[in-house]
């Protein structure tokens, strides 16, 4: 397939890319990272000298943001496949990266290479109104990915933010099923941080005084232990509200692993038996895969469940640098309902391009790809490990590289002891859920391999032997 790029050769812009010189500085920057990175390749304790300057650049923080951090990370700006080195100076294993934005790890020699070529571009943010041709191939890639499993998501809308992504979703759904105002969701349902998202996210906390923007109507999610009673739960539930508000519904949200509510996989047949009467009412279908995006046996998690035929609107983000709306071509807008200053920094696109390589190139996907592999290594040291500490730790294990567990009695105190007694050893994992809260991991996975998994299952051993659940 031709791309820009390859058309525009000649410009003099070309010719700076192409510039032998700019190889060279790249090659001597890349070489000059990775024998310092290289220092840093376990977990190591803070060092005592930086504990003040760390001390003060924390509160720096909190008071910058108004609240503490949610834990003590700040980042010094180097890292090393799994691991990161903080701001003083100790080495963690990341297995949250960020809620699941190091598909390669840290310092990857990859994504530096792509940020260097970004930093020479005239466009530090690109945008409809300031497009270059890398932006052009992450829409084109992402809709590439689709299409490779029969997913006709015909066109894409880039955009820098899960949130954003999600509510141009909500906007295509809406101005196709006009004057339908209504959404369908799941119980649990995280969906971002927007007035409107807030009223779909199923967290009152979270919308805490603000206006509710939309009419939501929740479904209970699939119980794995009693999947076809609780498909028909669902199944019933949907079928009362479509009868309750005939031609209302203007969207059916779904996130195929619920991801903030708590690692909780839905399967094939639950979903295929809510998206066909929904199908059938007219009501526009939206994966939010802006969590899911390229940790299961595919790329997408609807193509993993496989759930082609519904896909009308694809969200995803996180993990490619740049979020996404993907969309069918019969929902393509009759009216100027999408457009934005920045769609993502230039820095992002090539990145988001290095990092889906990546992504294919370690094999990451297929029914005993990367992906699903390292997740059953996963799950088969933490149940030694349900074994080795009885009633500190519990199963479901979630899906491909959406890993968690719920530690102790499920409370949050418990789920916040353990990750931070697991910080304070160098493990990375973070609080999701509620009622029970779990701890999750999200790996890399384009560079976990299974000795870094060995590792933090050793880190949580030893965490775990200094937790004691409340009862
Ligand atoms: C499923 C899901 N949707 C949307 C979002 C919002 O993304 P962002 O924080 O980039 O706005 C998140 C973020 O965690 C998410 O997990």
Redesign the pocket.
Known sequence: MSTLTEQATTTAAQSLRDDPRIAQAKALILQTVAEHAARLDGVRPPRPELADHYQQLLSEAAAARGAPLFWPYLAAGLGHGPYVELADGSVKLDFIGG?GVYGCGHSHPGTIEAALGAAIDDVPMQGNLQLHPPSVRVAQRLIELAACEQAPLKHCMLST????A?ENALKLAFHKAAPADRVLAFDNA????SIA?AAITDRPSYRKGIPIALSVDYLPCLDINHPERSTRWAVDELKRLLARYPGKHAAFWA?LIA??GGYYPGSHDFFAALCRPIREAGIPIIF?E??SFSRTSRPFAFQHFKLQEFADIV?L??ITQV?ATLYRESFKPTAPILSQTFTGATSSMAIALSTLDALQASNCFGDDGQNMRRHRHFAAGLERLVHRHPGKIAGPFGEAMMIAFTPGSGSGEDAKWLMDLMFAEGLLGFVCGSNPTRLRFLPPPAITTERHIDAALELLDQALAKFVPTA
Do not use: H, P, W
């Not at 933010?161 to 954003?164: F, L, N, Q, V």
């Not at 995280?190 to 941080?193: L, P």
């Open positions: 809620i933010s899960g949130a954003m999600n995280f969906a971002g941080r998202l996130e991801g903030e939010d802006v969590q969200t983000g996180k979020c």
